[in-house]
């Protein structure tokens, strides 16, 4: 609507944990959610890790796309079996964008890993995973965690993608749009993702369901009161 106000329409949250080797949403959203805390992220240019993995999602897409190219989450025998939904995991290997390997070896190599620094790197942290503590990069290593050293090993590769969009119109308490000259618009209202400002630049996981609900039901009241056009 011409004269409505909007607000942080550049700001695109990117979901950290989507691979290039599957179309859209895809399935290794949910091996990798499910592995952050259990399992590293690693550079395969480096064979190191780079950041905590239990990041929020901008601290993480922020950080594969700085490196530049795909990096890889990855779980073992012990950690994958446990925290991934069995079916996520079967069309993940379905469609080849989860991989399964014997050994750390074959991992490595497959994804063209330095083998010495990955293999001291998944030391590392293992023994971060022993003492509950990471000293590199402060990841919240999960109490039932286990060191990742059990074959088969998993792992996927990571890539930013849209996920949401923080901008849109700017709102009140009472759902009702502003014009730009900051006073309400009679009759329009706005709920979910087409507002903004609501969430920041980060948006936590789950809340954009409660931000259409709430603002949609005061939105639908609001606007039951008003007066009828024409």
């Not at 990041?55 to 012990?78: C, F, Q, T, W």
């Not at 971060?128 to 090993?153: G, L, N």
């Amino acid at each position: 609507m011409a004269g409505a106000m909007d607000v942080q329409m550049d700001w695109i949250q990117l979901g950290p944990w989507t691979s290039p080797d599957e179309k859209g949403f895809g399935h290794v959203p949910l091996f990798c959610e499910r592995l952050v805390g259990y399992g590293p992220m690693i550079d395969p240019a480096t064979g190191k890790r780079f950041f905590k993995e239990t990041g929020n999602r901008k601290e993480r897409a922020d950080a594969i796309i700085l490196i530049g190219h795909p990096v890889i989450i990855m779980g073992d025998s012990y950690s994958v079996p446990k925290q991934v939904f069995p079916n996520a995991l079967e069309k993940g290997l379905q469609n080849g964008a989860v991989k399964k390997f014997d050994s750390l070896d074959a991992l490595a190599k497959n994804y063209k890993i330095p083998l010495e620094a990955f293999q001291k790197e998944i030391a590392r942290w293992n023994s971060f995973v022993e003492k509950k503590k990471d000293d590199d990069f402060s990841c919240m290593i999960f109490p039932d965690a286990k060191p990742t050293v059990a074959p088969p090993f998993y792992a996927a590769r990571l890539w930013p993608k849209v996920h949401h969009t923080m901008g849109g119109l700017v709102i009140d308490k009472n759902a009702q749009v502003f014009g730009f000259n900051l006073k309400p618009l009679k009759g329009l209202y706005a709920a979910g993702e087409v507002t903004g400002g609501i969430h920041g630049a980060v948006r936590l996981g789950g809340v954009a369901m409660a931000d259409c609900i709430v603002f949609g039901r005061i939105a639908g009241k609001n606007a039951a009161k008003e007066t009828a056009w024409g």
